[in-house]
């Protein structure tokens, strides 16, 4: 079981909700300070003041490029990011353009993620793929790119996608990456058990903004046998289940619901829950 020292050096403490002011990242910070987050992750407007806040402390600033959608220009991106690093940020989560990759637009992506690498200079980068808008095979392609052109991680989700992370999806991008880039996890992430359950699949970053309540849960958590961490049913935690149409394109959410028709769990979920 991991111990608390090793938990919290694994999260980014995160507030990207377009209606928080100064007193919640403020806030924020205070948190991270007192619990020893590793990062606190803000939208770049808020870069500079929680570089103040957190001045004197080892809780870096990560902020975000690109966010939520990912659809604007390179150029914006890359200022974006740049302005970030100048103004304190030591990381920077960029949202892939994830209509050019389902496009197959596969040098685009390469050379937009590319661009926001150099500006980042020293800061390390994180690319979001939004892996609820892509098939196993397009995590693939996707998480192949990030790495060539130059990003240091991957990244599952933004949070305002149609879900968020699953451990199939981190399985997939920790085989896809290998062991020297960093996988993280991100989007609905609530507790500990989930928290767990993300870092068994390969996951070697959080980010979440339960990260307190989380904590508050863990000695708990830490003590319960290690059968009750792991999913009772594999399709519990399968983001198939969690396909909508009202949230995804068509196609897409007929790719969802065609593999969980052929999942071998299938009939071993459907008489749990009828």
Same mark, same amino acid.
């Given at each position: 079981?991991?111990?608390?020292? $090793?938990?919290?050096?694994?999260?980014?403490?995160?507030?990207? @909700?377009?209606?928080?002011?100064?007193?919640?990242?403020? @806030? *924020?910070? !205070?948190?991270?300070?007192?619990? /020893?987050?590793?990062? &606190?992750? &803000? @939208?770049?407007?808020?870069?500079?003041?929680?570089?103040?806040?957190?001045?004197?402390?080892? &809780?870096?600033?990560?902020?975000?490029?690109?966010?939520?959608?990912?659809? %604007?220009?390179?150029?914006?991106?890359?200022?974006?990011?740049?302005?970030?690093?100048?103004?304190?940020?030591?990381?920077?989560?960029? +949202?892939?353009?994830?209509?050019?990759?389902?496009?197959?637009?596969?040098?685009?992506?390469?050379?937009?993620?590319?661009?926001?690498?150099?500006?980042?200079?020293?800061? *390390?980068?994180?690319?979001?793929?939004?892996? %609820?808008?892509?098939?196993?095979?397009?995590? +693939?392609? #996707? %998480?192949?790119?990030?790495?060539?052109?130059?990003? $240091?991680?991957?990244?599952?989700?933004?949070?305002?996608?149609?879900?968020?992370?699953?451990?199939?999806?981190?399985? *997939?991008?920790?085989?896809?990456? /290998?062991?020297?880039? /960093?996988?993280? #996890?991100?989007?609905?992430?609530?507790?500990?058990?989930?928290?767990?359950?993300?870092?068994?699949?390969?996951?070697?970053?959080? /980010?979440?903004?339960?990260? &307190?309540?989380?904590?508050?849960?863990?000695?708990?958590?830490?003590?319960?046998?290690?059968?009750?961490?792991?999913?009772?049913?594999? %399709?519990?935690?399968?983001?198939?289940?969690?396909?909508?149409?009202?949230?995804?394109?068509? #196609?897409?959410?007929?790719?969802?619901? $065609?593999?969980?028709?052929?999942?071998?769990?299938? !009939?071993?979920?459907?008489?749990?829950?009828?």
């Amino acid at each position: 079981m991991i111990e608390k020292e $090793q938990l919290v050096k694994m999260i980014d403490h995160t507030e990207l @909700n377009s209606h928080s002011g100064e007193k919640k990242i403020s @806030n *924020l910070c !205070d948190e991270a300070r007192k619990f /020893g987050f590793f990062s &606190v992750c &803000v @939208n770049s407007c808020y870069t500079r003041f929680a570089a103040e806040k957190l001045f004197g402390s080892d &809780v870096l600033v990560c902020t975000v490029a690109g966010f939520p959608l990912g659809a %604007c220009t390179t150029a914006t991106k890359a200022f974006e990011a740049g302005k970030s690093v100048e103004e304190g940020a030591m990381e920077i989560d960029m +949202v892939m353009n994830v209509g050019a990759l389902r496009d197959k637009r596969y040098s685009y992506v390469k050379e937009d993620i590319a661009e926001v690498v150099k500006a980042c200079g020293p800061a *390390l980068l994180k690319v979001i793929l939004e892996t %609820c808008y892509l098939t196993d095979e397009e995590i +693939v392609e #996707a %998480c192949k790119i990030c790495v060539d052109a130059g990003a $240091q991680f991957v990244k599952t989700s933004t949070g305002f996608g149609a879900f968020g992370a699953f451990p199939d999806h981190i399985r *997939l991008m920790r085989k896809t990456v /290998g062991p020297h880039i /960093g996988v993280k #996890a991100s989007g609905g992430i609530k507790n500990f058990k989930e928290v767990w359950r993300l870092i068994q699949a390969g996951a070697s970053r959080i /980010g979440m903004s339960a990260g &307190v309540t989380m904590l508050e849960g863990f000695t708990l958590f830490k003590y319960a046998p290690q059968a009750w961490l792991e999913p009772e049913i594999p %399709c519990h935690v399968c983001p198939s289940r969690h396909a909508s149409l009202g949230k995804l394109p068509k #196609a897409l959410y007929t790719y969802y619901k $065609q593999k969980c028709s052929s999942c071998p769990h299938k !009939d071993e979920y459907n008489k749990f829950y009828d």
